[in-house]
């Protein structure tokens, strides 16, 4: 099916461990994004894509590298992960270019780090 | 810079009832686009809508509609006839045209809606 997927969906992993949460989306969206979800913070932003090889820092990047080698791909990695970490992170795209603003979610990872 | 307020964190009603909830924007750009998405309980974030501010015609889709006021800078939503699968958190948010920008969503904290059977 089109879309956009986020594997895994749900993640266990130790402090100090590296792990890469993967994205991939079927519609060609130029614009690629990875997001966290806290209770009290709402959704903020971790690295965002313009294009493959492009890619910039959102509002809570530290901690946390991307790469974008592919248009349809764009993993997030977190170096050696710690406890403030543990999160539900959203993958997203859209297609600007084309007047499409809005974005469009990935069902979500849920990462705990013990 | 842009900001999108929810003030309301929860609201609980019982079935059938209407229900509205509060967008409150700020920007200082004149072209700006605003968006509504929903998060049920299982986690996924589904768009909604999207409207662009030199459109100001309120918009109706079934039992949801949604009333944009550029005089007050708010971009309400409301659900007609509420159901308890409308349960869910619900947010507003913003993007900007200026600067290049406007691939970037600015998010409401968003509002918490109960619908009791």
Known sequence: DAGITQSPRYKITETGRQVTLMCHQTWSHSYMFWYRQDLGHGLRLIYYS???DITDKGE???GYVV???KTENFPLTLESATR???SVYFCA???PRLARYEQY???GTRLTVT | AQKVTQAQTEISVVEKEDVTLDCVYETRDTTYYLFWYKQPPSGELVFLIRRNS???QNEISGRYSWNFQKST???NFTITASQVVDSAVYFCALSEDSGGSNYKLTFGKGTLLTVNP
């Open chain 1, 50 to 52: 313009a294009a493959a």
């Open chain 1, 60 to 62: 809570v990047p530290d």
């Open chain 1, 67 to 69: 790469s974008r080698s």
């Open chain 1, 84 to 86: 403030s970490q543990t």
């Open chain 1, 93 to 95: 795209s859209s297609e």
């Open chain 1, 105 to 107: 979610f990935g069902p």
């Open chain 2, 54 to 56: 030199f459109d100001e």
């Open chain 2, 73 to 75: 800078s708010s971009f």
